[in-house]
């Protein structure tokens, strides 16, 4: 008998073993690769966009990787649905560039470690990135991206901060997308969530000028990221920018269920003598109805009365929350979760945060909720980006840029 078991088990791990040795690396090098060779590491392909046009991508199966070394990989359009995870990636110590990432559908596709821009090729509109936005999408991993419109931004004009590109779109037909230590910098919108049960984490949005984060489905996960440094005021620019904003994606108000908001780090700007300051709202939940939102651990540092602040709330929960302002303005940041209109608000609860004020409902079981100070807020300011370098560095690798600049508070 324990031969047999032996024996079955040898089989097994037979079985098993060559699917693992039988993952394959390709290679692509825009300087020295050509279409013509077989994409090894000593005869790499081309670009990126030449070998997702010409097929070759198909020459991939799951668990395969394809390594891009260093120079422009152009504007890359590919699909496809996997048996397994393929992993587009920068090779260790190369720097690929795109300027443009868009998989229009499929599922199990891994991006990491690439610049995206369109300062790459010739001009387009709107998102930089677009992941799941033209059929049925799911398992898609983009991480350690440094995505950019222009890295010098000095001589724009308020108009250029709102024709910026946006940054990433997670399509409205995708499920179980991961957005994950992305660094966004320099667009209208940053990121933007349409697909339900997905992630959001790590991410750095830095310099826009509308919404940094929006989250749009159910089951969204938005946590540890650091969003900053918001550009145009009203009435120049008409939206209401928020640091991460919820509203039900293509109808604006409608039910969106289940969604966490955890120790992200919401900053108004962090240079003092910033260029078209505009004043952003923090957390900002609004038309509604939501239901099950847990928004915990975040630290908001606005110039503006919304906080954070949930409409139409009911099972939602606020809790150890830090809210503040340090600008000389009227508007002193609050959490909010109160009646308006026609909302009806239930079962509820809002507590260990601090905030600048609470206007809480009846529906709102409220406990150890304090006014903030300079020394409490620094306190948990301090502690959320320990946590966030902890799990993702101080320096975003790809773009080598710290997430969080030192914010004087007194």
Same mark, same amino acid.
């Given at each position: 008998?324990?031969?047999?078991?032996?024996?079955?088990?040898?089989?097994?791990?037979?079985?098993?073993?060559?699917?693992?040795?039988?993952?394959?690396?390709?290679?692509?090098?825009?300087?020295?690769?050509?279409?013509?060779?077989?994409?090894?590491?000593?005869?790499?392909?081309?670009?990126?966009?030449?070998?997702?046009?010409?097929?070759?991508?198909?020459?991939?199966?799951?668990?395969?990787?394809?390594?891009?070394?260093?120079?422009?990989?152009?504007?890359?359009?590919?699909?496809?649905?996997?048996?397994?995870?393929?992993?587009?990636?920068?090779?260790?110590?190369?720097?690929?560039?795109?300027?443009?990432?868009?998989?229009?559908?499929?599922?199990?596709?891994?991006?990491?470690?690439?610049?995206?821009?369109?300062?790459?090729?010739?001009?387009?509109?709107?998102?930089?990135?677009?992941?799941?936005?033209?059929?049925?999408?799911?398992?898609?991993?983009?991480?350690?991206?440094?995505?950019?419109?222009?890295?010098?931004?000095?001589?724009?004009?308020?108009?250029?901060?709102?024709?910026?590109?946006?940054?990433?779109?997670?399509?409205?037909?995708?499920?179980?997308?991961?957005?994950?230590?992305?660094?966004?910098?320099?667009?209208?919108?940053?990121?933007?969530?349409?697909?339900?049960?997905?992630?959001?984490?790590?991410?750095?949005?830095?310099?826009?000028?509308?919404?940094?984060?929006?989250?749009?489905?159910?089951?969204?996960?938005?946590?540890?990221?650091?969003?900053?440094?918001?550009?145009?005021?009203?009435?120049?620019?008409?939206?209401?920018?928020?640091?991460?904003?919820?509203?039900?994606?293509?109808?604006?108000?409608?039910?969106?269920?289940?969604?966490?908001?955890?120790?992200?780090?919401?900053?108004?700007?962090?240079?003092?003598?910033?260029?078209?300051?505009?004043?952003?709202?923090?957390?900002?939940?609004?038309?509604?109805?939501?239901?099950?939102?847990?928004?915990?651990?975040?630290?908001?540092?606005?110039?503006?009365?919304?906080?954070?602040?949930?409409?139409?709330?009911?099972?939602?929960?606020?809790?150890? *929350?830090?809210?503040?302002?340090?600008?000389? #303005?009227?508007? $002193?940041?609050?959490?909010?979760?109160? @009646? !308006?209109? +026609?909302? %009806?608000?239930?079962?509820?609860?809002?507590?260990?945060?601090?905030?600048?004020?609470?206007?809480?409902?009846?529906?709102?079981?409220?406990? *150890?909720?304090?006014?903030?100070?300079?020394? #409490?807020?620094? $306190?948990?300011?301090?502690?959320?980006? @320990? !946590?966030? +370098?902890? %799990?993702?560095?101080?320096?975003?690798?790809?773009?080598?840029?710290?997430?969080?600049?030192?914010?004087?508070?007194?």
């Amino acid at each position: 008998m324990r031969n047999k078991i032996i024996f079955s088990f040898l089989a097994v791990f037979l079985l098993c073993r060559p699917a693992v040795l039988t993952a394959a690396v390709f290679y692509a090098d825009p300087v020295k690769g050509d279409m013509g060779n077989p994409g090894s590491e000593a005869k790499p392909w081309k670009t990126l966009a030449e070998v997702a046009q010409s097929g070759k991508l198909k020459a991939l199966a799951g668990g395969d990787t394809l390594l891009l070394r260093s120079g422009v990989h152009g504007a890359v359009t590919l699909a496809g649905d996997n048996s397994g995870v393929i992993t587009i990636a920068a090779e260790k110590g190369q720097k690929p560039e795109l300027s443009r990432l868009i998989l229009t559908k499929g599922s199990k596709w891994a991006f990491r470690g690439l610049i995206i821009s369109p300062s790459f090729g010739p001009a387009y509109e709107k998102y930089i990135v677009s992941l799941g936005d033209g059929g049925d999408s799911k398992e898609i991993v983009l991480e350690d991206c440094f995505i950019y419109s222009t890295l010098d931004t000095s001589s724009w004009t308020a108009k250029d901060w709102m024709n910026a590109n946006s940054g990433i779109n997670m399509g409205r037909a995708g499920v179980k997308i991961t957005l994950r230590n992305n660094y966004v910098l320099n667009t209208r919108f940053g990121i933007s969530l349409c697909a339900p049960d997905s992630l959001c984490e790590g991410n750095v949005v830095s310099d826009f000028s509308a919404d940094g984060v929006r989250t749009t489905r159910d089951a969204q996960v938005v946590q540890y990221n650091v969003i900053k440094n918001e550009y145009v005021p009203q009435p120049e620019d008409p939206n209401h920018d928020d640091g991460i904003q919820s509203f039900l994606f293509n109808a604006g108000g409608g039910l969106v269920s289940n969604v966490t908001i955890r120790g992200n780090i919401v900053i108004n700007r962090e240079d003092p003598a910033q260029k078209f300051p505009a004043s952003m709202q923090g957390l900002g939940f609004f038309d509604g109805p939501r239901d099950g939102f847990l928004v915990e651990k975040n630290v908001v540092l606005v110039d503006h009365y919304h906080g954070i602040s949930l409409y139409k709330a009911r099972n939602c929960k606020i809790i150890d *929350n830090a809210v503040y302002s340090i600008w000389n #303005s009227k508007a $002193k940041p609050w959490i909010k979760m109160a @009646e !308006e209109k +026609n909302d %009806k608000n239930s079962n509820n609860t809002v507590s260990n945060n601090i905030a600048c004020s609470f206007i809480l409902d009846a529906s709102v079981k409220a406990e *150890n909720n304090n006014k903030a100070d300079a020394a #409490s807020f620094k $306190k948990a300011l301090a502690s959320a980006l @320990e !946590e966030i +370098n902890s %799990k993702f560095g101080v320096l975003h690798e790809t773009s080598g840029r710290k997430r969080l600049g030192d914010i004087v508070i007194k």
